[in-house]
């Protein structure tokens, strides 16, 4: 049975340093995969170490399925092994001297856990390799395999014999990218076969659209946000989220008026530009509209934030066009999807959708470097 993990304000400092990981919350629902996403350095990986056994947290408190296995403020710490995991690392760590049923089957002869013997365990290894797809190569030395197939060994190694909960820290990352699509889309039905409740560690956005129930986007050692991928996408908390998610376009200006969740920005020539803000902006505020270059509508006047502008160069990329078009001294990049670029350069009618323009407080942290 697959259980949950609860985080509750989880510290790791690292010597005297600043805390690799800063305070951080967050629950995984038995069934449920839950992404952390974030640039290189923002702590992912302490945060999935400090849940595996193999970093010590310095505060906070971890429990799996309702028992704590760590909180430094009352010496609790239980060891890896005795938390009953799986984990899945970057390199593939299948054992070169052992076939391909072999490896699988170790977890269960050296744990002997919910197994009755030989056959049983068998059954589990064929099942298991079933699973992964490796149905056929069980009596293959895995040094015969492509690294995909060598993946594959490890997560059935890690599934065979039904951990709790999952770890994956950036398990694809080693593959080319057409098998590492590929692999993706299967581990997302894998896991969902197995209910395995799993917590996977990416910098990679489109495995964690792919295979997070939830996704929590981390900075310098803090989870932003933490929601559904199309709540990330469409409703980021943080202008970082915003930005690290895609939308690379920033426009600034000052809020002219704010009724409930919805901004009026005063973006000087270009005008006035209706925005959704999750942040408690008011009059006057310095602001900073981030929005999608994919959700800029060209050729095109909607009932409101139109503005006619100019295409001052478009770049032709086969499947889609990249327009950098101007208006009133602010620029922006828009993204047609198409065989086919429908607009020339000159002038042309814009609509930025006040659903998809999001404002953040002017902090000067719009964009990643
Ligand atoms: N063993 C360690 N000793 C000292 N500092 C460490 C150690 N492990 C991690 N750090 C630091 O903690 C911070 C967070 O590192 P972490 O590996 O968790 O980030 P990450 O988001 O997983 O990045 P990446 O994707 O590059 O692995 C970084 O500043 C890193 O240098």
Redesign the pocket.
Known sequence: MSAALLVENLVKK??TGKA??DGVNFDVPAGEIVVLL??????????L?CVAGL?HPTGGRISIGGRVVSEPERGTLVSPRERDIGMVFQSYAVWPHMTVHQNVAYPLKYRRKNTSGSADIDTKVRETLELVGLGEYAQRPVTSLSGGQMQRVALARSLVYRPQLLLLD?PLSNLDSKLRIRLRDELRRILKMTGMTGLY?T?DQSEAVVLGDRIGV?KD?KLLQMAPPGEIYNRPADSFVANFTGAANVLKGKVLERKGEQVVIDLGAAGRIEAWTPQPLAAGDNAHVALRAENIRLGERGPANSFTGKVIERRYQGMQTIYDVEFGGQKVEVLELGTAARHNDGEVALTLPPDSCWAYRDDGQATVD
């Open positions: 690292f010597g690799a990981v974030g640039p290189s350095g923002c702590g992912k990986t302490t945060t170490r970093e950036e560690v910098h981390m050692g």
